[in-house]
């Protein structure tokens, strides 16, 4: 007796269930949903997408055909199904709107994945305390290389003026035309708040730094009600604790918005074209085309030197050059050591 499944199989014993309706081709085109009505992604938590819709929020999920397209806080989408905000409702994002920002981050200078913070915002508020903890230039400069990269403008933001004075922090940037607002701690609240407000108007604007520098104190005070999570700084590390998980963007009164972000222990820069940094010193980009084919702008030969020591940079051209390289010396990741200054 032939035991079962002995035999060899071929081809004949396939047998067919053939559909009564016949096989449907597939296809590649996909529905254009001219009907979809477009949002404002205000943050992401855990698969879901909270987005206004004409002044409403309308929670979604993501179609499968956007693949991996990444969807953030700022992106302007298109939304179907159910888009009333009722709860229970889930609407569904089917494309993402063209972007005119992106502000983008690594790990560190070596990673080559590079991470979308925000979309659309046009200001980069770069958070830093003046003490506890300690200011740290290196991320502030790092941060301003991500801003001129990605076509935003940046605004410092000094905190805890009280225990501080801003003058000597503030002199790193002096070669820069970088606006700053400085706040304090007074009895009645936070001084440098309606100049900080003012500087927001009209504007999507992102805050980043890093922990415990006083992020979601001030969104706090700016937006009344949102009781954003607030920390304090570990007396041992000197470093804040992360409250803010995840970035949340907020209608400011008056018009604008805001973008609280998570603190960031680093900024990695690995994907940023190093002409993107030259481009925001409009005055000595131009020198640069005398330099020799690929040109660190932190050489020996620069032509920069030379375009600065014969005034086509303006009286401030020493100290900007001076900025240029520190910055694109943090850009490579070699922090500890010195620019050279120019000749």
């Avoid at 949002?39 to 956007?66: I, S």
């Avoid at 009895?187 to 890093?210: F, N, Q």
Wanted: charged share 25%; net charge negative; proline share 7%.
């Amino acid at each position: 007796m032939t035991p079962p499944f002995s035999r060899d199989y071929d081809e004949s014993d396939v047998r067919v269930r053939p559909s009564r309706r016949g096989s449907r081709p597939r296809t590649k085109d996909r529905p254009a949903h001219d009907d979809a009505r477009i949002g404002q992604v205000t943050t992401v938590d855990r698969g879901r997408w909270t987005c206004l819709v004409d002044g409403h929020e309308v929670v979604a999920m993501r179609a499968r055909e956007l693949g991996r397209t990444s969807t953030v806080v700022g992106d302007r989408v298109a939304l179907v199904g159910d888009t009333s905000g009722a709860p229970g409702t889930l609407a569904r994002i089917v494309r993402v709107e063209p972007r005119t920002s992106v502000l983008r981050r690594t790990a560190d200078d070596t990673d080559p994945y590079e991470r979308v913070v925000v979309a659309n915002a046009d200001q980069l508020a770069i958070v830093t305390a003046l003490a506890d903890p300690e200011p740290r230039a290196r991320m502030v400069d790092r941060c301003l290389v991500a801003a001129y990269d990605a076509g935003m403008t940046p605004l410092l933001v000094l905190t805890k003026a009280d225990l501080a004075d801003p003058a000597e922090f503030l002199a790193n940037y002096a070669g820069l035309d970088i606006a700053h607002i400085v706040t304090r701690r007074t009895p009645g609240g936070i001084d440098g708040l309606d100049e900080l407000h003012a500087a927001l108007h009209d504007r999507m604007t992102v805050l980043v730094g890093h922990s415990g520098v006083g992020k979601s104190t001030l969104v706090n005070a700016l937006v009344p009600g949102v009781d954003r999570a607030t920390g304090h700084v570990n007396a041992v590390t000197g470093r804040g604790r992360h409250t803010s998980t995840s970035a949340i963007a907020l209608a400011l009164p008056g018009g604008g918005w805001v973008i609280d972000t998570p603190g960031v222990r680093s900024f990695g820069l690995a994907h940023i074209d190093p002409d993107h940094i030259i481009d925001a010193f409009p005055d000595l980009a131009e020198g640069t085309a005398d330099c020799p084919r690929g040109c660190s702008h932190d050489e020996p030969e620069c032509a920069l030197d030379a375009w600065v020591a014969g005034g086509h940079a303006g009286p401030s051209g020493t100290v900007r050059l001076a900025s240029l390289r520190r910055l694109l010396r943090n850009r490579g990741g070699s922090d500890d050591t010195e620019p050279r200054e120019p000749e």
